[in-house]
């Protein structure tokens, strides 16, 4: 059931940046315009906290520049190092740190918009729902995310349609998608 926005709703955001990174880059070989999607995702209503998930790995890639700019764009930053195991092997996952703060802070939203199109985010979403009363709404690019999480979602927001939110790489192009 589709929850009507209004200007009275408190509305907090949890971006799962590597979600979104990877599918900006793999469907379009492009970035995301953070400060645009926040706009869309709020669409006027009260923003009472947007919060960022992001996985450090090398300084020397210009990620803390990006990191920069998420706060200048009003996005509050959750960081962790990468975790390299013996044998090689990369794990940058922020999914249980992503589900406990939506959890504890519930109480401060009337809604709570997740951006990502992980599919492990579902019980999530039907706690939020369910368990706690909130309106929970999903973001992502509708190319890579879960049936199950859109079908979940009070309402679901394809960034495939939001032709402002991506950029295509500066080597590609300089037009936006």
């Known amino acids: 059931m589709a929850i009507i926005p209004n200007q009275d709703q408190r509305v907090g955001v949890f971006i799962d940046i590597q979600n979104l990174y990877h599918s900006a880059k793999n469907l379009y070989g492009g970035r995301v315009n953070y400060g645009e999607l926040l706009k869309q995702l709020v ?89 706690l009363g909130r309106g929970v709404e999903v973001a992502a690019f509708g190319k890579t995310t879960s049936s199950r999480l859109r079908e979940a979602a009070d309402s679901f927001m394809d960034l495939d349609t939001l032709p402002r939110i991506v950029f295509k790489s500066v080597k590609a192009s300089s037009k936006r998608v």
């Open 43 to 131: 669409q006027g209503r009260h923003l009472v906290r947007a919060l960022a998930y992001v996985v450090k790995s090398d300084p020397a890639t210009g990620e803390e520049t990006f990191f920069e700019a998420l706060g200048k764009a009003g996005i509050e930053l959750r960081s962790k190092d990468i975790q390299i195991f013996p044998s090689g092997v990369k794990k940058a996952d922020w999914d249980v740190g992503i589900a406990v703060d939506a959890i504890r802070m519930a109480g401060l939203f009337d809604i709570i918009i997740l951006v990502s199109g992980d599919g492990d985010f579902l019980p999530l979403v039907n706690y939020l729902q369910w368990g």
